[in-house]
């Protein structure tokens, strides 16, 4: 089954095939993973999270129709789920968990064609030791401004900047058109801009 598209392996679990579904959860398990820790910055959190995702996409299964690729609609499901998470936390009043330890962040490059800038907070170009402790000091800086920006904000950017998804699979994720996204990923840049704006000036 390794070799078994998603369409397969969808079809399969539809039909009953606990084997085919659990081929889906070793493929993208860790993916929601990260999805998850980068959302929630915790890492007991994101276990939850991601046991809960894939618990809800068997049990809403028989009712996925391929609209869309079955990782987007699974992203979905999982994004909902932190949505919901941080909404019941700061209800009860509950402190932002920021554990930078165990974050990996990773530079993603933005596909061709969209028009997008490469991530504006790193030189592509600097290669010497000092540059690259800079690097990782800003990455830090970064992370802790994206947990500033409101929830709208946070979402797109997380699954553009991190998560690496195209604009359309954004899209779906978040139930909205692309230009919305656009809109929505602009916004954050000009917030992170603002928000770092006190480490440029230091030099980071």
């Known amino acids: 089954m390794t070799q ?3 369409v397969r392996l969808v079809e399969a679990a539809q039909q009953g095939n606990e084997e ?4 889906l959860v070793r493929r993208y398990q860790s993916k929601i993973f990260n999805l998850a820790l980068r959302y929630t910055n915790d890492v007991e959190s994101a276990m939850d999270v991601t046991q809960d995702a894939f618990v809800r996409a068997w049990q809403m299964l028989p009712k996925f129709r391929g609209d869309a690729n079955f990782y987007t609609w699974l992203y979905r499901i999982a994004m ?3 949505i ?3 909404r019941r936390a700061l209800a009860r009043g509950e402190p932002q968990k ?3 330890e165990d974050l990996v962040v990773e530079r993603q490059r933005f596909e061709d064609g969209e028009g997008d800038e490469e991530l504006w907070w790193e030189d592509p170009d600097a290669g010497e030791p000092e540059a690259e402790v800079l690097r990782r000091e800003m990455r830090q800086k970064v992370w802790e401004a994206v947990q ?3 929830p709208p904000l946070k979402q797109v950017i997380l699954l553009r900047e991190y998560e ?3 604009l359309q699979e954004i899209a779906k994720i978040v139930k909205t058109n692309v230009g919305t ?3 929505r990923l602009y916004q954050a840049r000009q917030h992170l801009k603002r928000l770092l704006s006190p480490y440029f000036e230091e030099g980071l």
């Open 20 to 23: 085919a579904f659990a081929e």
């Open 4 to 6: 078994w598209s998603d």
């Open 98 to 100: 920021v554990s930078l």
């Open 181 to 183: 996204v656009k809109s």
């Open 80 to 82: 909902n789920l932190c």
């Open 148 to 150: 500033q920006l409101p």
């Open 84 to 86: 919901d998470r941080h």
């Open 164 to 166: 690496g998804l195209s």
